[in-house]
């Protein structure tokens, strides 16, 4: 009996051209590239130039995946896009990204699941594939970070870490009749403790406030920029993304061993290092990208493969664990037979 799949047919990355070095950050800020090294693994980041947003990086990802799925963009059936970086307050990014790909009249979704959301949206997608909904299904994480960061000393400790980028897959249904070697998407497992929801965020623009969604005081606060309280994401994310990642391998029936790549979110070196160590997976089975990119949230996953896929480590057949963890707090997992 053959079970309705998604199987990854298109694959593709978008970087912006302008590399912003540790020591470029130094001219506004008080840091250096030993502090960054030494706690995140990351030497340089893109950063996009003038009008440039998180749908323009979007589409160019996009087309490049469905250049290598041999597809136009009237094949799809449906879009989702990650990001917590959207081109406006609304419409969703989404929008733009459809509009921009020339296209109307198919539904176009954005998932707001910050460093997760590349694996919730490729979850959701899954679903609309395995119910027979839809065929071919674009799932693009995008982030226009550079806009967002607080470029002082205030602000160091988030802006460091942060980079400009997307990646796009297509899925396709597949009947699979032997899961050990066709590719598919085997599971998809999802996370949330709202809890922690402060630990890691943007308080402004917002709703929950007084009166009007931004004032003055918010400003002067820098409450329009990111907020994070570091130890707590580390200590929380070396603990989850082991155990998401055990739950896809569990309900699937494989042990680590089994697993030929892991392509981790790039938050930061040293915890894939921990995730790794946790999970007893050797290091050069991990494959990152953060010393380049620096954290580009939703789009670590899908630029990772790519990456992945030309630096040859990652072939037809292989069996790929990606985890995240984020904003939220999120986190989950993906396995894929590639
Ligand atoms: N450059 C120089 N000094 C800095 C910087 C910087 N960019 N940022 C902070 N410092 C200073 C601090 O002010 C502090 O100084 P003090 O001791 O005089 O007070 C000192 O460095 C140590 O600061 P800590 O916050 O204690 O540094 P820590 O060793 O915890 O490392 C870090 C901070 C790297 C952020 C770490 O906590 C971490 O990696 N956390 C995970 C966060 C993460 O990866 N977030 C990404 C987004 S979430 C996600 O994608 C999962």
Redesign the pocket.
């Known amino acids: 009996m053959t079970n309705l799949r998604s199987r990854v047919i298109g694959l593709g990355s978008h970087l912006p051209p302008r590399i912003v070095t540790n020591e470029d950050l130094t001219e506004f800020m008080?840091?250096?590239d030993e502090?960054?090294v030494q706690?995140?693994g990351i030497r340089e980041r893109r950063w996009v130039e003038g009008v440039t947003s998180t749908s323009d990086l979007a589409v160019e990802a996009s087309q490049r995946a469905l250049d290598s799925a041999g597809l136009a963009a009237q094949d799809l059936d449906m879009i989702f896009l990650a990001t917590l970086s959207p081109d406006h307050f609304f419409p969703g990014s989404a929008v733009f990204l459809q509009r921009k790909l020339g296209l109307a009249g198919i539904p176009a979704i954005d998932v707001r699941q910050q460093?997760t959301g590349f694996i919730y949206a490729l979850s959701i997608a899954d679903q609309y594939i395995r119910t027979g909904s839809a065929e071919k299904i674009l799932v693009v994480g995008s982030e226009v970070h550079s806009k967002g960061l607080e470029k002082s000393t205030r602000g160091?400790?988030v802006t460091?870490?942060f980079g400009d980028g997307a990646g796009a897959v297509i899925l396709e249904a597949t009947g699979v009749t032997d899961p050990d070697r066709e590719s598919h998407l085997l599971s998809t497992h999802l996370y949330t403790d709202g809890a922690f929801a402060e630990e890691?965020w943007v308080p402004a623009v917002s709703t929950a406030y007084d009166e009007d969604i931004v004032d003055q005081r918010m400003l002067d606060r820098g409450d329009q920029y990111p907020k994070?309280n570091?130890?707590q994401?580390?200590v929380h994310?070396v603990k989850r993304m082991p155990e998401a990642v055990e739950a896809a391998l569990e309900q699937n029936n494989y042990q680590v061993n089994d697993v030929d790549l892991f392509v981790f979110?790039q938050?930061?070196l040293?915890?894939n290092e921990a995730v790794a160590h946790r999970l007893g997976a050797p290091e050069e089975k991990v494959f990152n990208t953060i010393h380049k990119y620096a954290?580009t949230?939703a789009a670590t996953i899908p630029i990772g493969l790519d990456e992945a896929v030309q630096a040859g480590m990652l072939e037809a057949g292989m069996l790929v664990a990606s985890a995240a963890?984020?904003?939220g707090f999120t986190w989950g997992s993906a396995l894929l037979r590639w």
């Open positions: 008080d840091t250096s502090w960054i706690r995140t460093c160091r400790d460091v870490l890691l994070m570091g130890r994401v580390f994310a979110h938050a930061n040293r915890i954290n949230t963890f984020g904003s």
